[in-house]
Each structure stands twice: as C-alpha cells, then as structure tokens.
C-alpha cells in the first residue's frame, strides 16, 4: 500500500508504544481565564459551556471513576489497550500546584499497566513555572504531552474570536514546555472569521517554526450555546463547506514540518450540538480526500515548509 502523504497518529502510537492505544477523555472540572473573568467572561466565541470538553464531572473521586469506566469502555473492544489519559476539558494548568498533583494523581494506579502517556490540554497564558515543575516530575515516569491552543497564528483574529492571549504567548509557552522537557501539540483551527486561507497557511507555518511534536486542526464549527451561533445567525459568520476545507487543510499540511504527527484532521461536535457546518463526512473520508488532494497537487507533508 502506498504510504500516505501526511503523517497520521494511529501508526505513530502503534509503533511508539509497540500497542494499540486508545485516548480516554477527562474533565477534570477546572475553569478558564475567559470565563472566570480573570481575562473575560463567556468564553472563546466558539466554545460551548463544556468547555470543549466532556462535559463529565470533577472530583478526585469522581474523575478516578471517569478514568476507570474510560478504561473498562476500551478494553471491551481491545483486550490489551494501552491508554492516554486525555485531561481535555478547559485550561488544566489553570490551577494551584497541589489541585493539578491531585488531578495527575488519578493516573497513579495504572502507570506501568494501561496509561501510556497522559496529555493535557491548556492555554498558552495559564502555564506557570509550578505547573511544568509537577508536569516536568510526571514526565519521568510516563510521556506527558501538553496541548496548546494557538487556533490562528494572528493576534488580530485572536483579538476577534476573544481568546484573550497572543501568538507570542503560545511561542513562550511552547518553548518552556519543551525546556522542560515535554512534548507539545499544538491546535489550530481553519476558517476562523477573518483569518482565511492565509490564515491556514500562517498557522502551518507557526506550528513548524515553534517545533511542536504534534498538531490538531479542525474546521470551525458553530456549535450551540456559543457566542458563534449568535454571529451566524446575524449572518456575520460562515464556515467551509466540505471541499474547501480539504483545500485549505492540504495547503496547512504543506507548511508543517514532515515529522510532526497529524493527531486529529476534523472536528467531531455531534450534529445535535452543531449548527454549521451540517456536512457529516467521518473522519476518515477527510483523510482520505486529503491524500487524494496533495495526491493531485503533487506533494505532501512538508513540500511546502520554510
Ligand atoms: S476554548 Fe478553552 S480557553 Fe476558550 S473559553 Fe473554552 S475552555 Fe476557555
């Protein structure tokens, strides 16, 4: 089989951990400066009250059962699954020091066994030296990978979508990960109100110059309850239907460096959370259309980096 022209997650971990490993997701309840009002209030215009999470619970005990069930869930279909435990929902380092110990701490019993890496999402503005030291520490012992938003490479369109930090805060914030010795993925999002397909192209560029290992992107989607779905409505926002999203994704994965892995392509809002786009092609269809679009273009990941 021919091999494919981008860089995909699944061989990646398969061939990292010698085992199929399965991401289970975890909220572990904490909040975010743009809706604590440290920075605002209401969120990202794009997140949902869940705060792109799970929208599932919060205390020690309650998220060492989310971890357990999360388990369970995967060995149903894979008798020896190797686990990430995914801290997904809000800013996870946006906490005291001994909060964030006690959150890691529920990975505790299965180190060694099940959880192969633990990853955590955050801003690039809520990662205190406190938090790399405990991130840092856990590192010894398990892969610990940090996911970043930067979402578009533009402090203007950033302004825009009110995420309330800079590009510079997500260069600073990479660099001290990786100091520190941790993995970063960093996210970016395509089709963001004023960004456009330069945009796609800018925040490609970004995420191959800061280095980071890993990269989500998806198409903005207008989900309910978002400062969005008012925009939309007035009409003041549109998202890419299906085609040009493909389009644009090629360009972004041009610009990336060929090693960086591909560890999400599109987003996955159930229809019944989202407004636009209402286009439904499953994961791997966009990856295949990818591969069919550098394919015709003639390249691949990285042809087009700096
Ligand atoms: S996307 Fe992240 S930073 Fe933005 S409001 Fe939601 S939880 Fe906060």
Known sequence: MEPLPFRPLRPYLRERFGREVHRVALDAGSTCPNRDGAKGFGGCVYCDVE????????????????????????ARRDPDPGVIAYFQSYSNTYV?????????????????????????????????????????????????????????????????????????????????AHAAGLEVIGHAILGLPGDGREGARRSARLLAETGVAGVKVHNLMVLRRTQLEHWHREGRVDVLDCETYVDWLADFVERLAPEQVLHRLTGDAPLEERIAPRWDVHKSEVRERLSAELARRGTRQGSRAD
């Open 51 to 74: 705060g792109s999470g799970t929208g599932a619970l919060r205390t020690g005990a309650e998220l060492a059962e989310q971890l357990e069930r999360g388990i369970a869930r995967v």
């Open 96 to 176: 005291e020091r001994r909060r964030l110990e006690e959150v890691l701490g529920v990975v505790e019993p299965y180190l060694g066994t099940r959880v192969v890496c633990v990853s955590v999402a955050t801003r690039p503005d809520t990662l205190p030296p406190e938090a790399l030291e405990v991130l840092a520490k856990l590192n010894e012992r398990v892969p610990v990978w940090l996911e970043l938003g930067l979402e578009a490479a533009d402090d203007r369109v950033l302004e825009d979508i009110r995420r309330f930090h800079t590009v510079q805060d997500f260069r600073d914030a990479a660099a001290r």
